[in-house]
């Protein structure tokens, strides 16, 4: 990864905020960026062994990103978006992408209604991490 320089680095400070958890991990990459994210809601719960239950941990690694082709389709991501000035934090595993109308389908695991696909133009990305690890409510942990 290359790495960010002063502007960037101060901007991906200012996004995320105070760091609020600090857990360790296993398996860290030397000089890569980690943040432990915290899951809330169901949407990512299928009650299969992928399912990443509200209260749980993912730790994300941040992802260079400069275009859709260097977004990983099929696993979880936590996304940062901007839309109009008002960040949000989404935790969704990506399926397609739209290179047409520079679109990629965010996806919940959750199959119940109200679970729809999300197909977010690629603008309003700000960051991305490639979730590494995930810790659940009950202490167990697996690998995406």
């Excluded at 857990?23 to 432990?36: C, F, N, Q, S, V």
């Excluded at 119940?112 to 991305?128: E, R, S």
Aim: with cysteine; proline share 10%; aromatic share 12%.
């Amino acid at each position: 990864m290359e790495p960010l320089n002063n502007e960037d680095e101060q901007e991906l400070k200012k996004t995320l905020g105070k760091p609020r958890y600090y857990l360790d991990a296993p398996d860290k990459i030397a000089g890569e960026r980690y943040y432990w994210f915290p899951n809330q809601g169901d949407s990512m719960n299928d009650h299969t062994e992928r399912s990443i239950p509200g209260g749980s941990m993912v730790l994300g690694r941040l992802l260079p990103v400069k275009n859709m082709a260097d977004v990983p389709l099929q696993q979880p991501l936590v996304f940062i978006i901007d839309y109009r000035g008002e960040q949000f934090c989404l935790l969704k595993c990506p399926t397609e992408a739209n290179t047409e109308t520079n679109k990629l389908c965010l996806h919940s695991y959750n199959p119940g209604p109200g679970y729809d696909d999300l197909w977010l133009p690629f603008q309003y990305i700000k960051y991305i991490f490639i979730v590494e690890r995930v810790r659940r409510p009950n202490g167990s942990e697996f690998i995406p």
